[in-house]
């Protein structure tokens, strides 16, 4: 398992190099670069089998994620009752995200992960819940579940492409993809004109404060463009 020691090693070590630039990051990373190796070592002294590593890693991966490592019993011990708006319910003391309303009926909050833009980000909703019985194995990672928003999507990008160019005084020439990084085709300088027209143009003066802090940062397309419909649906309203 020596091997294991020295490629985490070498791993980490590319992640502190990458933070040399910010001394206080760059300190941080190391303090969790040798915490890690820690751990990696004590187990790595182990002497586990191929067979027993992944089953040590399984179960370990699990309860660092306060995931159960055997099935919910939907047993009375199991439950915290909860005064939750006025109603009866329960949270089960295992499963965090498992509740229990007052007509006996046991849910997961977190079944159910969303991305209405092709995975980049995921979310979870009021829909994320989904009905459990019992006994309940909570699985590893909640259901991913994609949605079309494809025709929205491409109007919004169409316009933020048109309103770039209007800026730039110039066409994109090459393809505007959702990948790339806004300062790829547009000067930073030249980012608080892009705010003002997107404001206008999707009159969503109430937000501006949101939008000069998503302009801030080092963004995608994409994530202009969700902004952009999110707060459509904010709107709307």
């Known amino acids: 398992m020596s091997n294991l020691i020295q490629f985490a090693q070498d791993e980490l070590d590319r992640i502190a190099k990458g933070c040399k630039n910010d001394e206080e990051g760059y300190k941080i990373q190391l303090a969790i670069n040798k915490n890690i190796m820690d751990i990696i070592k004590m187990f790595s002294e182990q002497g586990h089998s191929g067979t027993t590593a992944g089953y040590t890693i399984s179960m370990l991966s699990r309860l660092l994620n306060y995931k159960p490592i055997?099935?919910?019993?939907?047993?009375?011990?199991?439950?915290?009752?909860?005064?939750?708006?006025d109603r009866l319910a329960y949270q089960n003391k295992r499963c965090p995200s498992v509740f229990k309303d007052s007509q006996g009926r046991a849910y997961d909050t977190e079944a159910k992960v969303f991305s209405d833009d092709n995975g980049h980000t995921w979310y979870t909703s009021s829909d994320s819940s989904e009905y459990i019985t019992f006994p309940y194995d909570v699985?590893?990672?909640p259901q991913s579940v994609l949605l079309d928003n494809s025709v929205a999507r491409e109007e919004v990008k169409n316009t933020l492409k048109e309103l770039i160019e209007q800026i730039?005084?110039?066409e994109i020439e090459q393809e505007f993809t959702e990948e790339d990084l806004l300062e790829n085709y547009l000067s930073r300088d030249k980012w608080l004109d892009l705010q003002n027209k997107y404001v206008e143009k999707y009159k969503l003066t109430n937000l501006l404060q949101d939008i000069k802090y998503i302009l801030n940062e080092d963004i995608?397309?994409?994530?202009?463009?969700?902004?952009?419909?999110?707060s459509d649906k904010e709107e709307e309203k």
């Open 70 to 85: 055997t099935s919910l019993t939907g047993e009375d011990d199991e439950w915290t009752k909860l005064d939750y708006n």
């Open 139 to 141: 699985p590893d990672n």
């Open 168 to 170: 730039r005084g110039t």
């Open 220 to 230: 995608y397309v994409w994530e202009l463009i969700n902004f952009i419909i999110n």
